[in-house]
T-cell receptor, first 115, second 113 residues
Framework: GAVVSQHPSWVICKSGTSVKIECRSL??????MFWYRQFPKQSLMLMATSNEGSKATYEQGVEKDKFLINHASLTLSTLTVTSAHPEDSSFYICSARAETLETQYFGPGTRLLVL | GENVEQHPSTLSVQEGDSAVIKCTYSDSASNYFPWYKQELGKRPQLIID?????GEKKDQRIAVTLNKTAKHFSLHITETQPEDSAVYFCAATALWGYNKLIFGAGTRLAVHP
């Protein structure tokens, strides 16, 4: 149980385009989903927290107009990187938590490369 | 703001030895402390966790200890094996509100045969 999927697993795009990443909880209802960014050999940096049906809460320094987050249902959250630039290249990981559980379960991550 | 410090950043041990990773948290409201293992290019996986009303928890070769007064918690791996080689992250959170995890910087553990 507690499986979280992410799609796509990797994506290459041109500078200036937008990329959407999906995060799904497959066998539980995720009242809260989290989006992280991880640079090579570094820790996970929380970008934003999203609750189903409400606006995401962004961490300080994260541009909400650049990283659009939508948590439309209890099993799906999406992160859209708008007008991507090479510096947005990174490993993006989502996690999900059910209301009754304390543990966050992570997706497999999406590796984004912006050319 | 909240902060979690983790030491050491790298740890090299011989197979069969024990490994200890230590973390310190700043937010006294934190009451849940998970440990994650991340292999190269993969997702972080929960290996053990502890709540603030417990001082120690053990699961086979892995144990976690918590000292609330000092705001310290540690991961202990006994009888290490090469497959234990990975990056280990500690984290802390308060189990209310958004349950935001604050991660340590990670420890790269290498177990040599």
């Amino acid at each position: 149980g507690a499986v979280v999927s992410q799609h796509p697993s990797w994506v290459i795009c041109k500078s200036g385009t937008s990329v959407k990443i999906e995060c799904r909880s497959l066998d539980f209802q995720a009242t809260t989903m989290f989006w992280y960014r991880q640079f090579p050999k570094q820790s996970l940096m929380l970008m934003a927290t999203s609750n189903e049906g409400s606006k995401a809460t962004y961490e300080q320094g994260v541009e909400k107009d650049k990283f659009l987050i939508n948590h439309a249902s209890l099993t799906l959250s999406t992160l859209t990187v708008t007008s991507a630039h090479p510096e947005d290249s990174s490993f993006y990981i989502c996690s999900a938590r059910a209301e009754t559980l304390e543990t966050q379960y992570f997706g497999p991550g999406t590796r984004l490369l912006v050319l | 703001g909240e902060n979690v410090e983790q030491h050491p950043s790298t740890l090299s041990v011989q197979e069969g030895d024990s490994a200890v990773i230590k973390c310190t948290y700043s937010d006294s409201a934190s009451n849940y402390f998970p440990w994650y293992k991340q292999e190269l290019g993969k997702r972080p996986q929960l290996i053990i966790d502890i709540r603030s009303n417990v001082g120690e928890k053990k699961d086979q070769r892995i144990a976690v200890t918590l000292n609330k007064t000092a705001k310290h918690f540690s991961l202990h791996i006994t009888e290490t094996q090469p497959e234990d080689s990975a990056v280990y992250f500690c984290a802390a959170t308060a189990l209310w509100g958004y349950n935001k995890l604050i991660f340590g910087a990670g420890t790269r553990l290498a177990v040599h045969p």
